[in-house]
């Protein structure tokens, strides 16, 4: 088993593949795609980087999206 | 005059009518509401995704082809809120933000110094802003000069409905202003929005006074007629107020 890295998503705690990418987590999450925005330890990351970005140990993500409001 | 489009940075607008989403009963009623107000301009919020939860709004507003503006409501500090615009522009592709930084969560009033900070911010980060704001007319020029594309005073805090509390603010802010300014918050019925652009305003942003409603879709239509007569009103030129009587029919 590979090993694996504990990351907080949106506050809380969860373990990926060490290696996994933006995309291998939204995927895992079942989040989408679509509509939504990912920031890795307060950065936006952007949507053409997110197969190639690798998710570190111990970072913090925010997977954000639309909602009625406002 | 009411085939002026509203100009908002580079967006044109044909409706004076933004409206906010939030506190609808559900997509179907929130739906007719949109479509009864004719706006071409609606925002969303945006908040943490999980996998179950998708509100569906997005698609809602793409087949009602309405124009999304995000806000960065929820966030206390000017780094929260450029965070949240910045994010917002990724998931959504639009630079159009509606900046909000709340003081605390009994009133919802803008904080004033942080408000200004992330408006500088954003601007030079090429957004589209529009900054929600209090009725103060100094701080209106700030947020002009800083760059935005519109300023938003409110007219009472969020969600309370109490109209358009000093009508003289709106009038000072409308004067020396040199981009649109919205009436944004404390619109509580129809009147309120038509004495917003009486006053000079260039469009109304409202939800909850809709969304809340009994009958929103009524509301929603309301709003929109009160907009349109409250803009030709502004345009046609009002009496002066007198004291005493002046008759209307000739003298015998």
């Known amino acids: 088993m590979a090993a694996q890295v504990s990351v907080q998503v949106n506050g809380d705690w969860r373990d990926f593949p060490d290696g996994t990418t933006v995309a291998g987590m939204l995927a895992t999450l079942g989040t989408g795609q679509r509509g939504v925005a990912v920031a890795l330890d307060g950065q936006v990351v952007r949507r053409g980087e997110w197969s190639e970005v690798v998710i570190p140990a111990g970072a913090r993500l925010e997977i954000l999206t639309a909602v009625q409001g406002g | ?252």
């Open chain 2, 1 to 252: 005059m009411l085939d002026e489009q509203l100009v908002i940075g580079e967006y044109k607008l044909a409706s004076r009518l933004i409206i906010g989403t939030g506190g609808a009963a559900n997509l179907a009623v929130l739906e007719r509401a949109l479509v009864a107000s004719g706006t071409e301009l609606t925002t969303v919020a945006m908040r943490r995704a999980d996998a179950e939860g998708r509100s569906g709004v997005l698609e809602l507003l793409r087949r009602l082809d309405i124009r999304l503006l995000p806000n960065t409501a929820g966030c206390r500090s000017a780094a929260e809120a450029v965070l949240t615009a910045r994010l917002a522009r990724e998931a959504l592709e639009t630079d159009l933000i509606k900046l909000e930084v709340h003081a605390d969560e009994r009133t919802l009033l803008p904080d004033p110094l942080e408000t200004l900070d992330a408006a500088e911010q954003l601007v030079a980060d090429g957004f589209t802003v529009l900054a929600y704001t209090n009725d103060d007319p100094v701080l209106a020029l700030r947020l002009e000069e800083a760059g935005c594309a519109a300023v938003m005073p409110l007219g009472a805090p969020i969600g309370t409905g109490l109209g358009i509390r000093n009508p003289h603010n709106i009038e000072l802010i409308v004067s020396r202003a040199g981009v649109p300014i919205v009436l944004d918050a404390g619109i509580g019925t129809a009147s309120d929005a038509a004495l917003a652009m009486e006053l000079g305003c260039d469009a109304v942003l409202l939800s909850t006074a809709v969304t809340r409603a009994q009958d929103p879709e009524r509301m929603a239509s309301a709003m929109r007629s009160a907009v349109l007569a409250g803009r030709l009103a502004r345009g046609a030129g009002r009496i002066s107020q007198r004291f005493w009587a002046q008759a209307s029919s000739p003298p015998r």
